[in-house]
């Protein structure tokens, strides 16, 4: 099984939809966790963090569930820009960072 | 403040050379990490270092690589003798010795031909 497992995507949606991204991690030592995002050919840029409590930066909410080591991201009012792939990010102490190969989306005008 | 510098940013080289890639980390930020990104694919973590130590390369590929991050000056990923295998984007990235969240340069892409 893989450390973090994402689904790959493409997610195609129109501007203004509400989107979804899921992702799973395997290690139940983990304790920090992370989205990032990726524009093409670009390097990845922290999103936001993820706190068990849930979190929310303007259009993105970010959820934890420890129990089901599963992470979440949701995009709100979907625009052009959010185009890019959703890295999910978990962080066990002691090691480095281990990345999720990512979710592309494409919003559509 | 500068971010995570890298150069150079796109790097061609012949089969049988060598590449150096190098990466400045941020101020105040003592822990450089290099990751590989291949074509369509995650990111895979490669060296963990800080000044003058190797902290884990469990995923450095056992021959032809190396990194080191010297006392003075930035820390170097060497490829020797590459192969069209090691054609990527390479990505460093620095934090600080809280080691929560990276900050990525914006990456080196070498190809072989």
């Known amino acids: 099984r893989k450390e973090v497992e994402q689904d790959p995507g493409p997610f195609n949606v129109p501007e203004g939809a509400t989107v979804a991204f899921n992702c799973t991690y395997s290690n139940s030592a983990s304790q920090s966790f992370f989205w990032y995002r990726q524009d093409c050919r670009k390097e990845p840029k922290l999103l936001m963090s993820v706190y068990s409590s849930g979190n929310e930066d303007g259009r993105f909410t970010a959820q934890l569930n420890r129990a089901s080591q599963y992470i979440s991201l949701l995009i709100r009012d979907s625009k052009l820009s959010d185009s890019a792939t959703y890295l999910c990010?978990?962080?066990?102490?002691?090691?480095?960072?281990?990345f999720g190969k990512g979710t592309r989306l494409s919003v559509i005008a | 403040n500068a971010g995570v510098m890298q150069n150079p940013r796109h790097l061609v080289r012949r089969r049988g050379q060598e590449a150096r890639l190098r990466c400045s980390p941020m101020?105040?930020?003592?822990?450089v990490y290099w990751y590989r990104q291949l074509p369509e694919e995650g990111l895979k973590f490669m060296v963990y270092?800080?000044?003058?130590?190797?902290?884990?390369e469990s995923g450095m590929p056992k021959e032809r690589f190396s990194a080191e991050f010297p006392k003075e000056g930035p820390s170097i990923l060497r490829i020797q003798q590459v192969v069209r295998g090691d054609s990527a984007a390479y990505f460093c990235a620095s934090s600080p010795p809280s080691n929560d969240g990276y900050t990525f340069g914006s990456g080196t892409r070498l190809t072989v031909v």
């Open positions: 990010v978990v962080n066990t102490p002691h090691t480095p960072l281990v």
């Open positions: 270092l800080q000044k003058e130590n190797i902290i884990d």
């Open positions: 101020k105040g930020h003592s822990h």
